[in-house]
């Protein structure tokens, strides 16, 4: 589905994201674990287009690094950023509904409101106003609003409570399941990732150190790479 190959990133003369090469599996849930600093949101904005990138990025074996990012996106990439980025004067309805500029339909598909009922219920409530959590569900909604086939997840955990992190994991193995697509999450949280994880990469300093089937992953070596 998605494919990287030697991707590099750099912030001006300083090389982040030293050749990187990837690849996305239909209907597969990657993890990219990694702590703070590491290269993980640098990764996710080169794949969405939002940072340049040297190398290769390809979709469905299609070459996309010369894409915007909107082309990206119509392409079939949806990214959820870190830190959520909701616009917060605007309804929860219109926030979700941002998502559909990519495919051009004017109505919210109705799996969206049924895997997470909670939006449905503040639909027309100003998005400022959600919890952190509530946010999440909805930046996750705006997203499948663009009718992705691969939908990129920066840290979704971060400054969510532990009882709607299990709930959204559970979310995301249903997403995956309904919809046919493919995940890749950044994620720091071990328990977060075992539970939707196909595969584990750990990124370190902007390489990838080690990776490991998700199902039978050793999960303490992989804590010691989040150690700090």
């Not at 969510?160 to 999450?185: D, M």
Request: no cysteine.
């Amino acid at each position: 589905m998605l494919s990287t190959n030697d991707l590099r990133v750099s912030y001006g003369m300083s090389e982040v994201i030293h050749g990187i090469s990837l690849n996305v599996k239909e209907n597969e849930t990657l993890a990219i674990m990694g702590r703070n600093g590491m290269g993980k949101t640098t990764l996710f904005k080169s794949l969405i287009g939002i940072l340049p990138a040297q190398g290769e990025i390809a979709m469905l074996g299609k070459d996309i690094s010369g894409d915007k990012a909107y082309q990206r996106v119509k392409k079939g990439i949806a990214y959820v950023p870190q830190g959520r980025m909701v616009f917060p004067t605007l309804t929860v309805e219109e926030n979700i509904a941002t998502g559909l500029e990519a495919t051009g339909k004017k109505k919210i598909p109705n799996d969206i409101y049924e895997l997470f009922p909670v939006l449905h219920d503040m639909r027309h409530r100003k998005a400022g106003n959600l919890s952190g959590g509530q946010q999440q569900q909805m930046v996750i909604g705006r997203a499948l609003a663009a009718d992705p086939k691969v939908l990129l997840l920066d840290e979704p955990t971060e400054g969510i409570q532990p009882s709607i992190i299990k709930q959204l994991a559970k979310t995301l193995n249903e997403i995956k399941q309904l919809r046919g697509l493919s995940i890749v999450v950044s994620e720091q949280v071990l328990s977060f990732a075992m539970a939707v994880a196909d595969r584990v990469m750990v990124i370190e300093k902007g390489q990838i150190v080690h990776e490991e089937d998700g199902k039978s992953a050793d999960q303490k070596k992989i804590a010691s790479y989040l150690a700090v």
